[in-house]
């Protein structure tokens, strides 16, 4: 009992500090409660910004011996005034051993050299650039460096930097593609067993 009253009396003397440092506890705690309140709005508009911004991916891939590229939108918002800069420049590569004509030739792609005004939302596009052996002998070393720039609807600026490297392509056996040369003598072949068939049943019977 002496000790609960030696407690009672030591509130009564020193409420008024007591109710100070209540009230400091207090008025900290709401700060912290603010604050995690505002980062967590913070987090979740940069979430949302994430979600529905555009993002626009740059692929280069060697299919049964053609070179392509690839440029998309997989974000959720158009994107717009696009610039892919591709070091050393990617252009598309015709003629060559085993092509017609043979005269090798090589051509700007005005995607990669262009700003685009609009990539809408899902929206692919794609390109030929060369034949695998014509394409590595242009770009031994496989290694593009790449750059994107563009803006969302509401003309924020994105940024994207990275490296293609192909050489993982290097020394797998592709599918030659087929080329006019190649058309031509087999319809040269189809022509003449046609001839053939039609002389051996126009023969006497």
């Not at 500090?17 to 604050?35: D, E, G, K, N, R």
Request: hydrophobic share 40%; net charge positive; proline share 4%.
């Amino acid at each position: 009992m002496e000790g609960l009253k030696d407690a009672v009396k030591f509130l009564s003397d020193n409420q008024g500090a007591l109710t100070v440092l209540l009230t400091a506890v207090y008025v900290v705690a709401t700060l912290v409660i603010v604050i995690l309140t505002f980062l967590q709005l913070r987090a979740a508009k940069k979430l949302e910004e994430l979600r529905v911004r555009p993002i626009i991916s740059f692929e280069v891939s060697n299919s049964a011996g053609v070179v392509s590229f690839v440029v998309r939108n997989l974000g959720q918002m158009s994107a717009r005034n696009l610039v892919i800069q591709v070091e050393p420049e990617l252009k598309c590569l015709m003629g060559g051993k085993g092509c017609l004509p043979p005269e090798e030739k090589e051509e700007s792609i005005s995607l990669l050299t262009k700003k685009t005004p609009t990539i809408a939302s899902g929206q692919a596009v794609s390109g030929f650039v060369a034949f695998w052996e014509r394409f590595q002998g242009r770009y031994p070393e496989l290694l593009f460096k790449c750059k994107l720039a563009y803006e969302g609807p509401g003309g924020q600026e994105y940024q994207d930097a990275f490296e293609l490297d192909l050489s993982s392509y290097k020394g797998l056996k592709t599918i030659k593609a087929k080329n006019i040369s190649d058309i031509a003598v087999h319809l040269e072949d189809i022509s003449q067993s046609l001839r053939k068939i039609s002389s051996t049943k126009s023969g006497p019977g």
